[in-house]
């Protein structure tokens, strides 16, 4: 079959490449550039939880040592510190362990970093082909494939599976497929300098609103990154102020004096302005080709990250486009990724754009918040430390694939549709993880809530309780599912069972096991399975309810318990 052609090879590109190398599918990853990046250290993202622990499964373990992890979270209004939030990734060493009860830290780091940590892993990643210099001027759908040509200097005629333009905010891909990308321009404007400086708060991410200096303006922020270097961001105004290296210069000198009595010493390595827009691609999805990232979506004013929401699209869309490369058509499957993600994107920006009047002193809806200072800090606090509905993970509560409700399902800490919570499991082989670890595979997950099992002799276990029949009940299902055992999960009481999508996201949580109804749940999962698979799935029912526990069933254990699907 056709590899995926990727087209864009910024971080959501190489994201999604990788993404679908890890789970047996090839991509040519079509760069329209000559592949070097350009140090620009003013230019920087910043990794929530999710997305940071995405990197480390790709390949890229060693953003921690080019990032940082805020030690702690600080909100100043004129000459009052309002808010002082310790975050629980700020350790001195990478020995210790998180504190239990703090909000986890972002990791802050140089764009050009995260890329070149990206393109690092392609180079070892076999299925993954990076083209360079291949700029797309034309693109053909017909019912088995797609097919684009690459202008000079590589004219070339490339045959895929299906598409995926991951190339940027005036995406050619989108340009070529005719999909309009309406909403807003200049939503905020800032000045932007990264410079080496000592500030009385070393580690923390500091928001700064209405300082009292002349200069100042309405809001700045500083933010760590190693070896002593800021970033510095100006809110400007929307309209009519010419950013200057003059006025620049000026602006960081009142504010380090006015952070730090008298302007210190400091060395300047990059100034910018960043101008901010609110976009929605109208479609996502056009018969075999698809967006993501900023050929989708733009968004990022109030702390927002739109690169966030671009590694989300990768990752929600690998799994989806493996499965069907690997198993055949599954339309409500790849339907599923524009109902998912432009639905939480587009909550993502409901939620900017009611927030900046009340922010921005525009009037209207800011009447409705009860002492502004504190709730403004509130709602700009949760767009840079990833909570509430401007940073939040997402959850796709109504999703397409969330299954019809069940009498056995129960309620767990997590909502059906949201991320679950990472804890430790136990694979049948006596292996240990974390329960991130185990995702990005391209298969389910069933999990077993079972306080005991870290230290039982597993040969116990496995043949003893519900393990048995969980077992054949997991062989049942459609596809490939891993089995896994946890000592204890947020919210569940012993014995229950919980699905869990190859993104992490869960699917429903039941009491006890259920094989009829996990059947169907991971038969919606997956937008449809096979013909005659539940027929099968039954029968197997009905004769494991007529057998006793023991080693028979026991000796079935297996971690990887294959289902009806083949492979094309």
């Not at 309002?82 to 239990?100: F, I, Q, T, Y």
């Not at 034309?138 to 299906?162: F, K």
């Not at 990724?337 to 993502?348: D, G, L, N, T």
Request: proline share 8%; with cysteine; aromatic share 4%.
């Amino acid at each position: 079959m056709d590899p995926v052609i990727v087209v864009g090879a910024g971080p959501v590109g190489l994201t999604l490449s990788l993404a679908l190398g890890a789970q047996g599918v090839p991509a040519v990853l079509l760069d329209e550039g000559s592949g070097a990046e350009e140090p620009r250290p003013a230019r920087t993202v910043v990794l929530r939880e999710d997305t940071a622990d995405l990197m480390g499964r790709l390949g890229c373990r060693e953003l921690d040592r080019v990032g940082l992890r805020w030690t702690g979270w600080r909100s100043m209004r004129r000459k009052q510190s309002v808010r002082e939030m310790p975050l629980s990734g700020g350790r001195p060493d990478e020995e210790s362990e998180p504190l239990p009860g703090l909000l986890p830290s972002p990791l802050h780091l140089p764009q050009h970093e995260l890329s070149t940590a990206l393109r690092a892993a392609v180079d070892k990643e076999p299925l993954v082909r990076l083209v360079p210099m291949s700029r797309i001027d034309t693109l053909e759908q017909d019912r088995d494939g797609i097919t684009v040509h690459t202008r000079e200097p590589g004219s070339t005629w490339w045959r895929g599976s299906y598409l995926v333009g991951c190339d940027g905010a005036r995406s050619t891909v989108r340009k070529l497929l005719d999909i309009r990308f309406p909403g807003r321009t200049a939503v905020e404007r800032h000045a932007v300098a990264a410079l080496r400086a000592e500030l009385p708060w070393p580690g923390e991410a500091v928001l700064h609103r209405q300082p009292p200096w002349r200069t100042g303006g309405e809001e700045v922020s500083a933010r760590p990154l190693p070896n002593g270097v800021w970033r510095l961001d100006w809110l400007l105004p929307p309209r009519g102020e010419l950013v200057t290296p003059e006025a620049v210069i000026s602006r960081i000198r009142d504010t380090l004096a006015g952070w730090c009595g008298e302007t210190p010493a400091y060395e300047l390595l990059d100034t910018g302005v960043h101008t901010l827009h609110h976009r929605l691609a109208r479609r996502w999805r056009k018969q075999r080709a698809f967006l993501a990232g900023d050929a989708a979506h733009l968004l990022g004013a109030l702390g927002t990250q739109g690169l966030d929401e671009g590694i989300r699209d990768a990752e929600n869309l690998a799994w989806k486009l493996a499965h069907a490369w690997h198993h055949g058509p599954a339309e409500q499957l790849l339907d599923s990724y524009q109902a998912e993600r432009r639905a939480a994107v587009a909550a993502r920006l409901r939620a900017a754009d009611q927030s900046l009047p009340i922010l921005r002193g525009g009037g209207g809806l800011r009447t409705l918040v009860p002492g502004a200072a504190r709730g403004h800090d509130t709602l700009l606090a949760d767009g840079h430390l990833g909570r509430g509905a401007l940073g939040a993970p997402p959850s796709y509560s109504h999703s397409p694939l969330a299954p019809p409700h069940a009498e056995a399902h129960t309620v767990v800490g997590t909502p059906p549709g949201a991320p679950v919570a990472d804890v430790t499991v136990t694979a049948p082989d006596g292996t240990t993880a974390r329960l991130r670890e185990r995702l990005g595979q391209g298969h389910p997950l069933v999990i077993l809530v079972a306080p005991g099992t870290g230290v039982w002799d597993r040969r116990h276990w496995q043949t003893a309780g519900v393990m048995p029949r969980l077992t054949d009940a997991v062989a049942a299902l459609p596809g490939t599912t891993e089995l896994l055992v946890t000592e204890s999960y947020p919210g569940a009481s012993a014995h229950t069972v919980l699905l869990v999508r190859p993104d992490g996201h869960l699917v429903a949580a039941f009491g006890g096991v259920r094989p009829a109804e996990l059947f169907t749940a991971a038969q919606a999962a997956l937008g449809g399975a096979p013909r005659g698979g539940r027929e099968r799935a039954e029968a197997e029912d009905e004769e494991s309810e007529g057998r006793e526990s023991g080693g028979e069933k026991g000796s079935r254990a297996r971690v990887h318990a294959e289902g009806t699907a083949g492979h094309r």
